[in-house]
C-alpha cells in the first residue's frame, strides 16, 4: 500500500489543514475560456505526481462534508487519495469556467434520476452560469475530467496494459455485442486482440456514460459499437485508423434511448491509457457529424501547475478527432 508523505493518514492530514494552507505555495486557478461548438477540454492529473501532504490538505478543504465522509470511508490511502483528487479535479476544472465567479469549494451539485451528477447553479442577477456539462473517469494511475458546453458528455480512460481477470473473449462474449464479438474473435494476435478489446470498451462506456441513465439501465449488449466509412456507410475493421471512417452507435433493440445523435472521439492519452468521448450533438451542431470532433487537453496538478498536451505525444488521436 502506498502512503502519503509522512506516512499519515489522510484524516489525520485534515487536522493539520489549518496550519499547512497559509504557507502553501500554491497558485490561483487559471481561468480558462469556455469550449468552442462541439469542442471537448479535458483535464487530467497523475496521482503518482502529488506528493506534497499540504496540498492535500488543500484539496480536502474544496470538498463538501459528505464528499470527505465519502473520501474517508475508502479502504486504504491509495483509494482515498484517488477519490480525493478525482472530487479535487472536478472542482478546480469547473470553476476555470466561471470567469472567477465562483470558487471550486463553494460548488453544489445535484443528480439526476439514473444518479448522474450535475453542476447545481447559484443563480445571480449579474452573472449568468454556464451550461457546463462534465464527466469523470479513472483507472489507479490517472484521474480525468471531460467539459462541454451544451452538450451531454461521456467519458472512459483505461490503462493500455490493462488485463482482464478472465480470457479476453471469455469477457467479451459476456459483455459484448454478437457482432463485436465476432469481429474481436477474427483479430489472431492476442496482445493485438487485448488492445482491440480495450478501446471498445472505453468507447461502450463513454456512450452509457453520456447517456446518464446507469449502466443498469443501458446494458453493454444493448448496443454495438461499430465503425462505417463516412462516404459509402460500409463496415470497417475495428482497428482500423483512417480519417474516412465515423464510429456510430447501433441499437440491438427498438428504444427510446438511441434517438439522439451521438458522435465518438477515441485516442491514446499520457502514452499510457487509451481515452473515449462521447457526446450529444444538439440543434447547433446539425449537418456536422461526419465532421471531427475538437478536443484541447491539460495536464495539471491543480493550484501548482497546468500543461496543455494538445499536439504533443501524450495525445495521439486514433479517430473522429481534430
Request: charged share 25%; net charge positive; hydrophobic share 35%.
Amino acid at each position: 500500500m502506498i502512503a502519503f508523505v509522512c506516512k499519515r493518514s489522510l484524516s489525520m492530514q485534515i487536522d493539520c489543514f489549518a496550519r499547512t494552507f497559509c504557507c502553501s505555495s500554491s497558485s490561483p486557478l487559471v481561468s480558462v475560456p469556455l469550449p468552442s461548438r462541439r469542442e471537448t477540454h479535458l483535464w487530467y492529473v497523475i496521482p503518482d505526481e502529488v506528493k506534497d501532504a499540504s496540498l492535500l490538505n488543500q484539496y480536502m478543504k474544496l470538498l463538501s462534508p459528505c464528499e470527505k465522509k465519502t473520501v474517508l470511508q475508502m479502504q486504504g490511502d491509495r483509494l482515498q487519495k484517488g477519490a480525493l483528487l478525482a472530487r479535487a479535479l472536478v472542482r478546480t476544472t469547473l470553476a476555470r469556467y466561471t470567469d472567477a465567479q465562483v470558487s471550486p469549494n463553494l460548488l453544489k451539485f445535484q443528480k439526476n434520476s439514473f444518479g448522474k451528477p450535475e453542476v447545481e447553479w447559484q443563480h445571480d442577477e449579474q452573472w449568468n452560469p454556464p451550461s457546463l456539462h462534465f464527466n469523470i473517469s479513472h483507472s489507479s494511475s490517472l484521474i480525468a475530467c471531460g467539459v462541454t458546453v451544451d452538450m451531454p458528455i461521456g467519458i472512459d480512460v483505461e490503462e493500455k496494459q490493462r488485463k482482464t481477470k478472465n480470457n479476453t473473449m471469455s469477457f467479451a462474449r459476456r459483455y459484448f455485442s454478437p457482432h463485436e464479438v465476432e469481429r474481436l474473435h477474427a483479430i489472431a494476435d492476442p496482445e493485438v486482440q487485448q488492445h482491440e478489446f480495450i478501446k471498445l470498451w472505453t468507447l461502450k462506456e463513454a456512450y452509457v456514460k453520456a447517456l446518464g441513465r446507469g449502466f443498469s439501465a443501458s446494458p453493454f449488449k444493448t448496443f454495438a459499437i461499430q465503425f462505417r466509412r463516412k462516404s459509402k456507410s460500409r463496415l470497417v475493421t475495428l482497428d482500423s485508423h483512417s480519417d474516412d471512417f465515423k464510429i456510430v452507435v447501433e441499437p440491438l433493440h427498438a428504444s427510446e434511448d438511441f434517438k439522439t445523435n451521438w458522435q465518438f472521439g477515441l485516442f491514446e492519452l499520457a502514452r499510457s491509457h487509451y481515452a473515449a468521448i462521447c457526446i450529444g450533438n444538439n440543434k447547433t451542431t446539425e449537418g456536422e457529424e461526419n465532421h471531427p470532433l475538437k478536443l484541447k487537453v491539460w495536464r495539471t496538478i491543480p493550484f501548482i501547475e497546468d500543461e496543455c498536451v494538445s499536439g504533443s505525444d501524450s495525445v495521439v488521436a486514433l479517430s473522429g478527432l481534430t
